[in-house]
């Protein structure tokens, strides 16, 4: 298994602001995953960081407006970048161990005003 | 994208009865796997089943995939009122992100 922390675990967000979301595992990881989730649907993947390089976005999503870092291989973080409350969404980082099995942080519930 | 499509979107039932959500989806795979979400938390690991697989058990689960109609279901059985979540299907890609169902939300009342 693999532990997550995930912090915050909720934020009320001024739109037009940033917010960092951090993830922290408890063993090294070659890739970590950032999902959203919007509000009653399921989850979407943003973006696959890498540490070393560049993280690798989805079709839909970009740099600019969801910066990622991956300083090492336990922790990455993911920035909402210049928020609209279109943004309000549950966000989780996940990782995999062994050839399938998923783990996910607990969730960031991010409600933009 | 989604992956494919979850029915029934809701399900309510009573305690002790059998709740059966079907995922259907578009690719080919080599796994189906199933998770669980409690009230907007993150997602637990359930169950995987390969491709090669048309049946599998884990406790109260059971886990079906035909893959000649690309779909899968899960069953709980002698559900209780603590399997009250959303249930997602999901296929890996072949760097391991996971690709989601529309996912079910089960109500399981007392």
């Known amino acids: 298994s693999a532990v997550i922390s995930q912090k915050p675990s909720r934020d009320i967000c001024q739109r037009g602001t940033s917010l960092t979301i951090q993830c922290q595992v408890d063993?090294?990881?070659?890739?970590m995953f950032w999902y959203r989730q919007q509000p009653g649907q399921s989850l979407t993947l943003i973006a696959t960081?890498?540490?070393?390089?560049?993280?690798?976005?989805e079709s839909g999503f970009v740099i600019d407006k969801f910066p990622i870092s991956r300083p090492n291989l336990t922790f990455s973080t993911l920035t909402v970048s210049n928020m609209s409350p279109e943004d309000s969404s549950i966000y989780l980082c996940?990782?995999?161990?062994?050839?399938?099995?998923?783990?996910f942080g607990q969730g960031t519930r991010l409600t933009v005003v | 994208s989604q992956q494919g499509e979850e029915d029934p979107q809701a399900l309510s039932i009573q305690e002790g009865e059998n709740a059966t959500m079907n995922c259907s989806y578009k690719?080919?795979?080599?796994?189906l796997q199933w998770y669980r979400q409690n009230s907007g938390r993150g997602l637990v690991h359930l169950i995987l089943i390969r491709s090669n697989e048309r049946e599998k058990h884990s406790g109260r689960l059971r886990v079906t995939l035909d893959t000649s109609k690309k779909s899968s279901s899960l069953l709980i059985t002698a559900s209780r009122a603590a399997d009250t979540a959303s249930y997602f299907c999901a296929t890996s890609r072949p760097a391991r992100q996971l690709t989601f169902g529309s996912g079910t939300q089960l109500t399981v009342l007392p």
């Open positions: 063993s090294q990881v070659t890739m």
């Open positions: 690719t080919s795979i080599n796994n």
């Open positions: 996940s990782v995999v161990r062994g050839s399938t099995e998923a783990f």
């Open positions: 960081a890498n540490q070393g390089s560049e993280a690798t976005y």
